[in-house]
């Protein structure tokens, strides 16, 4: 979904088939069930939920190229709707592609959603979004720019994202989910920060 996270890459909430967004290129409004069977994913995928219970469980990854991680302190609904398209595109995400400008506003002006982009000589090299409800903090979007997937920057990233989690006075939780439609290396990527798979579930 949501390394990219399967709302955080495909649709929203994995996979709820009554769903409904438009797909800008067909004009239509399609329902998550006959997306897949338009995309011809005939496949069972699964859906894998990660959590993380403690601060202290983060294995932490370095950079292998340089990056500079910066919160977008002052709110720009259209920026996080660009990071959106811009990292999403290539993993499908669908979810938001229906909100309107007034949507993306309310969405991005909540006090409960952060944003962080990372930089990398001037260009976007990935960003993601936490979201927290009660004690409990979720990654609801996490990627890379495609021309950074592959150069080791990925568990740095999310090294990051975990902690900024953490960093919310009175958190308990910090949680993801992805699936099998995902970046093969995401699963792998959010297990090797400390998370564990509390939940899975297999929509075929």
């Given at each position: 979904?949501?390394?990219m996270v399967?709302?955080?890459?495909?649709?929203?909430?994995?996979?709820?088939?009554?769903?409904?967004?438009?797909?800008?290129?067909?004009?239509?409004?399609?329902?998550?069930?006959?997306?897949?069977?338009?995309?011809?994913?005939?496949?069972?995928?699964?859906?894998?939920?990660?959590?993380?219970?403690?601060?202290?469980?983060?294995?932490?990854?370095?950079?292998?190229?340089?990056?500079?991680?910066?919160?977008?302190?002052?709110?720009?609904?259209?920026?996080?709707?660009?990071?959106?398209?811009f990292i999403?595109?290539?993993?499908?995400?669908?979810?938001k592609l229906?909100?309107?400008?007034?949507?993306?506003?309310?969405?991005?002006?909540?006090?409960?959603?952060?944003?962080?982009?990372?930089?990398?000589?001037?260009?976007?090299?990935?960003?993601?979004?936490?979201?927290?409800?009660?004690?409990?903090?979720?990654?609801?979007?996490?990627?890379?720019?495609?021309?950074?997937?592959?150069?080791?920057?990925?568990?740095?990233?999310?090294?990051?994202?975990?902690?900024?989690?953490?960093?919310?006075?009175?958190?308990?939780?910090?949680?993801?989910?992805?699936?099998?439609?995902?970046?093969?290396?995401?699963?792998?990527?959010?297990?090797?920060?400390?998370?564990?798979?509390?939940?899975?579930?297999?929509?075929?």
């Amino acid at each position: 979904m949501r390394g990219m996270v399967c709302r955080d890459n495909l649709f929203p909430d994995c996979l709820q088939a009554e769903y409904q967004t438009v797909l800008p290129a067909a004009g239509a409004i399609l329902t998550t069930e006959k997306m897949i069977q338009e995309m011809n994913m005939n496949e069972p995928v699964t859906i894998y939920y990660l959590q993380m219970t403690e601060p202290e469980a983060l294995c932490p990854s370095s950079p292998k190229i340089e990056i500079d991680i910066r919160e977008c302190s002052i709110r720009q609904y259209q920026y996080n709707k660009f990071l959106y398209q811009f990292i999403g595109e290539k993993w499908l995400w669908t979810d938001k592609l229906a909100l309107s400008d007034e949507e993306w506003q309310d969405y991005v002006a909540s006090d409960n959603l952060r944003t962080w982009v990372a930089y990398k000589d001037g260009a976007i090299a990935g960003y993601f979004e936490l979201l927290r409800e009660g004690d409990e903090v979720e990654i609801i979007y996490f990627g890379l720019a495609e021309q950074f997937i592959g150069k080791g920057c990925g568990g740095y990233l999310l090294t990051e994202a975990i902690r900024k989690a953490w960093s919310w006075e009175g958190v308990r939780r910090v949680w993801v989910h992805t699936c099998t439609l995902d970046h093969p290396g995401a699963l792998r990527n959010y297990q090797a920060r400390g998370m564990r798979i509390y939940k899975e579930e297999i929509n075929s």
